[in-house]
């Protein structure tokens, strides 16, 4: 199959002209930011955010005067906007600098401040709820408390089982790791277990995340001022211990406090945070990279900047959502990005097509890079040059069309309708009895777009 790595598009006299490049497609690294227009009910920091069923709850947090119990949730889109946020069944009590987590149909809300006791507002409770399918919380359970009181840590859940990491306790910063197994029937969870082996430091104010098993903790502090740009790794054991920290993947570019991470598939996007030390410095920047290789690149800066903010992925769009500004401000906006346009493999047959001659179709195979799959293609998503939608009476197919052990989906557009389009074009006075035609796939696989050309020679006269 032909495959480009990139490709240019322009118009010209009614075909596409294209410079191609030999070698795999890589995933586009191009970032857009959207800003919502609809806004959070309420400016919002330090709250929680997660993702289910096609929407975003956004969870507890404070505006810098009052602390938030509240619970939304907004249906998002096609487009990648919020259709409107939804109050549902708060908090049994406010909570701030927490985490949250969802496993199957239930949400968990761990530790963070809350409401003063024994002098200290950082808290160890855990609360647990059912997600109706319309999206509405259930009655909200005391889960185990935590052992000890906890803001600022991470949560990752992985397998039937939830971690929390690192944290602040109210005197100094953490390094012990708990985790907890989940009743996949009732949602409920057992008694904390300590792991044996601690984070390689105290660590707070961090992002992390969880793929196939191993846990990244990426960047945070280790003090209220000390800032780090470190980057470990924990692999799980099938027992749910984690029986060593990796200090080998590569550090973020730079020290970063309240990062907020996110996966899509197996790219990782950092997002803001603070920086500065004794100052806090809210930044815009975002960093992604391979999690599996984790070599980072600063891609397009989200438009404001936000620390204390959170970023969920969803139908592979980023969504950063509230959040405090370079004035320390909570802010009731959500940026979201636009899927990055994945570069596709394509073969289109006939590699030589005579306009005067006769057939049913124009068939053309579509590869994807390796982390998607072709049999997710929303096939009435898919056009050809960008007009022309696969023929619904033709069968469409999943196979190796090319031998070459990466699938490809063959689809196929009417004949006729590609051959009226090409005969109408201009090809200028020059044209001699034939002409090289760029033909563009686009089409979307799992909610995110992909394109690709092939050259053909159009035989002009007979």
Same mark, same amino acid.
């Given at each position: 199959?032909?495959?480009?790595?990139?490709?240019?598009?322009? @118009?010209?006299?009614?075909?596409?002209?294209?410079?191609?490049?030999?070698? =795999?497609?890589?995933?586009?690294? !191009?970032?857009? =930011? /959207?800003?919502?227009?609809?806004?959070?009910?309420?400016?919002?920091?330090?709250?929680?955010?997660?993702?289910?069923?096609?929407?975003?709850?956004?969870?507890?947090?404070?505006?810098?005067?009052?602390?938030?119990?509240?619970? $939304?949730?907004?249906?998002?889109?096609? /487009?990648?906007?919020?259709?409107? =946020?939804?109050?549902?069944?708060?908090?049994?009590?406010?909570? +701030?600098?927490?985490?949250?987590?969802?496993?199957?149909?239930?949400?968990?809300?761990?530790?963070?401040?809350?409401?003063?006791?024994?002098? %200290?507002?950082?808290?160890?409770?855990?609360? #647990?709820?059912?997600?109706?399918?319309?999206?509405?919380?259930?009655?909200?359970? /005391?889960?185990?408390?935590?052992?000890?009181?906890?803001?600022?840590?991470?949560?990752?859940?992985?397998?039937?089982?939830?971690?929390? &990491?690192?944290?602040?306790?109210?005197?100094?910063?953490?390094?012990?790791?708990?985790?907890?197994?989940? /009743?996949?029937?009732?949602?409920?969870? @057992?008694?904390?277990?300590?792991?044996?082996?601690?984070?390689?430091? *105290?660590?707070?104010?961090?992002?992390?995340?969880?793929?196939?098993?191993?846990?990244?903790?990426?960047?945070?502090?280790?003090?209220?001022?000390?800032?780090?740009?470190?980057?470990?790794?924990?692999?799980?054991?099938?027992?749910?211990?984690?029986?060593?920290?990796?200090?080998?993947?590569?550090?973020?570019?730079?020290?970063?406090?309240?990062? %907020? @991470?996110?996966?899509?598939?197996?790219?990782?996007?950092?997002?803001?945070?603070?920086?500065? @030390?004794?100052?806090?410095?809210?930044?815009?920047?975002? $960093?992604?990279?391979?999690?599996?290789?984790?070599?980072?690149?600063?891609?397009?800066?989200?438009?404001?900047?936000?620390?204390?903010?959170?970023?969920?992925?969803?139908?592979?769009?980023? $969504?950063?959502?509230?959040?405090?500004?370079?004035?320390?401000?909570?802010?009731?906006?959500?940026?979201?990005?636009?899927?990055?346009?994945?570069?596709?493999?394509?073969?289109?047959?006939?590699?030589?097509?005579?306009?005067?001659?006769?057939?049913?179709?124009?068939?053309?195979?579509?590869?994807?890079?390796?982390?998607?799959?072709?049999?997710?293609?929303?096939?009435?998503?898919?056009?050809?040059?960008?007009?022309?939608?696969?023929?619904?009476?033709?069968?469409?197919?999943?196979?190796?069309?090319?031998?070459?052990?990466?699938?490809?989906?063959?689809?196929? +557009? !009417? *004949?006729?309708?590609?051959?009226?389009?090409?005969?109408?074009?201009? #090809?200028? !006075?020059?044209?001699?009895?034939?002409?090289?035609?760029? &033909?563009?796939?686009?089409?979307?696989?799992?909610?995110?777009?992909? !394109?690709?050309?092939?050259?053909?020679?159009?035989?002009?006269?007979?």
């Amino acid at each position: 199959m032909k495959k480009t790595l990139s490709l240019i598009t322009i @118009g010209l006299l009614g075909i596409s002209v294209t410079a191609m490049f030999v070698g =795999w497609p890589a995933k586009a690294q !191009e970032i857009v =930011w /959207n800003t919502d227009p609809t806004p959070l009910p309420t400016p919002i920091a330090d709250h929680m955010s997660v993702v289910h069923n096609g929407r975003i709850y956004v969870i507890g947090g404070h505006d810098g005067v009052n602390q938030f119990e509240n619970v $939304y949730f907004g249906e998002i889109r096609p /487009n990648g906007e919020t259709d409107a =946020w939804i109050s549902t069944m708060s908090l049994p009590e406010y909570r +701030f600098g927490a985490t949250a987590v969802v496993w199957n149909s239930f949400v968990y809300v761990i530790g963070g401040g809350g409401p003063i006791w024994g002098g %200290r507002s950082e808290q160890n409770t855990v609360f #647990y709820a059912h997600i109706r399918s319309d999206g509405w919380i259930e009655t909200w359970n /005391n889960g185990p408390n935590l052992p000890e009181r906890l803001v600022n840590h991470a949560s990752v859940v992985w397998n039937g089982r939830i971690y929390v &990491l690192g944290g602040w306790n109210g005197y100094s910063s953490q390094n012990k790791v708990y985790y907890s197994d989940i /009743n996949p029937s009732t949602g409920s969870l @057992g008694s904390w277990i300590q792991n044996d082996i601690n984070l390689p430091f *105290r660590w707070e104010s961090t992002t992390a995340l969880v793929r196939d098993g191993t846990i990244l903790m990426i960047a945070g502090k280790t003090g209220p001022k000390e800032l780090h740009d470190k980057v470990y790794s924990g692999s799980i054991e099938t027992d749910g211990s984690i029986e060593i920290w990796d200090d080998s993947p590569p550090d973020l570019p730079e020290a970063r406090a309240m990062p %907020r @991470g996110t996966l899509i598939d197996d790219n990782i996007y950092v997002v803001a945070g603070w920086s500065g @030390g004794t100052t806090v410095i809210a930044e815009k920047t975002v $960093y992604t990279a391979k999690f599996s290789v984790g070599d980072w690149t600063e891609v397009q800066n989200i438009p404001e900047p936000r620390y204390s903010h959170s970023a969920v992925a969803l139908n592979g769009r980023i $969504y950063v959502i509230g959040g405090k500004d370079a004035e320390h401000a909570a802010k009731d906006t959500i940026y979201y990005s636009s899927p990055p346009t994945l570069s596709a493999a394509i073969d289109i047959d006939p590699d030589t097509l005579n306009l005067k001659s006769n057939g049913q179709w124009i068939t053309a195979y579509i590869e994807l890079p390796e982390e998607y799959s072709v049999s997710e293609i929303d096939v009435s998503s898919i056009l050809l040059n960008g007009s022309m939608s696969v023929d619904p009476e033709a069968p469409t197919e999943v196979g190796d069309h090319d031998v070459d052990n990466i699938p490809d989906l063959t689809v196929k +557009f !009417e *004949r006729a309708s590609v051959v009226e389009w090409l005969g109408a074009a201009d #090809y200028g !006075e020059d044209t001699g009895k034939s002409a090289e035609v760029a &033909l563009a796939i686009t089409g979307e696989v799992a909610g995110t777009p992909f !394109e690709g050309v092939d050259t053909i020679r159009v035989l002009l006269k007979g």
